[in-house]
């Protein structure tokens, strides 16, 4: 059985730490072994990508840390998560795909977290006006899903996690699906929100290009059942930008992240 560590309650994390996972195994009923034993840590303010092959469960890590999987053994240690009413009020979820509500608008949208936690509407739309700005999407906070890109459904789903103010940012491949030009530019604008509002964000992403651009720390993860085979951190010069991503240091990232990640799932393994 899991143990889950609240801060502040049955002695919590050590200062600084925002998550810790310890000996945490995941086993679904199927008999299927998604993890384990998996051991990281994350540093309060860090942002982290978790970089692993299809099947790594790198999507199973992110909800065991958001609380919405029970791992089957292990410690799930979360900053500030109350372990007496289940709140979750400081983390937030970006999934893979936006799952917008097709009948309301990008404030109606956004809003939804606020009228599940009985928010009174004139602080909920104070809250949600800051989070669309924290996005660039103000102006369109009457428009409806079927009106936007794929880009602009993605920042309503990141304003949706970032209206309740979370300490922890969770991201599940949020980019995957966008056109390059898209990606990179939401790449950069999440390292500008990051930059100003020091959130922890925990990042999944099959891409090492992406994954080396974004995050102070990649941890590599082998193939089912996932553990950390490596933990590669990038030391670069803030704020990254363009000049970055030509840089002939960004290569050299790449290419021993690449390298670590071909030693960690040889080709041929299962995936």
């Not at 109350?82 to 979820?93: K, M, P």
Request: glycine share 8%; charged share 25%; with cysteine.
């Amino acid at each position: 059985m899991s143990v889950l560590e609240v801060d502040g309650t049955q002695g919590g994390l050590p200062g600084g730490l925002a998550v810790s996972l310890r000996d945490v195994t995941k086993v679904y009923d199927n008999g299927t072994a998604a993890l384990g034993p998996l051991d990281l840590t994350i540093r309060t303010g860090e942002f982290v990508s978790l970089l692993g092959p299809s099947g790594c469960g790198k999507s199973t890590a992110l909800r065991i840390i958001a609380g919405l999987s029970d791992p089957t053994s292990g410690h799930v240690d979360v900053k500030g998560r109350s372990a007496q009413d289940g709140a979750r009020h400081n983390i937030g979820f970006v999934f893979q795909e936006p799952t917008l509500m097709p009948w309301t608008t990008m404030r109606g949208n956004v809003q939804l977290p606020l009228d599940l936690a009985h928010v009174s509407r004139s602080n909920a739309r104070e809250r949600v006006d800051q989070a669309l700005a924290q996005v660039g999407l103000l102006e369109f906070a009457e428009v409806y899903p079927r009106e936007l890109s794929g880009g602009m459904k993605m920042r309503v789903s990141l304003a949706r996690a970032l209206v309740t103010d979370p300490d922890i940012l969770l991201m599940d491949e949020p980019f995957a699906a966008l056109d390059e030009i898209t990606r990179f530019k939401l790449n950069n604008d999440l390292l500008t929100l990051w930059r100003k509002l020091r959130k922890t964000v925990v990042f999944v992403t099959h891409s090492v290009f992406e994954s080396v651009y974004l995050s102070q720390r990649v941890l590599l993860m082998t193939p089912r059942p996932g553990r950390i085979a490596h933990d590669v951190r990038i030391h670069t010069d803030e704020p990254r930008g363009e000049a970055f991503r030509t840089s002939s240091e960004y290569a050299a990232y790449c290419r021993d992240v690449s390298d670590k990640l071909a030693k960690a799932a040889p080709a041929g393994d299962s995936a």
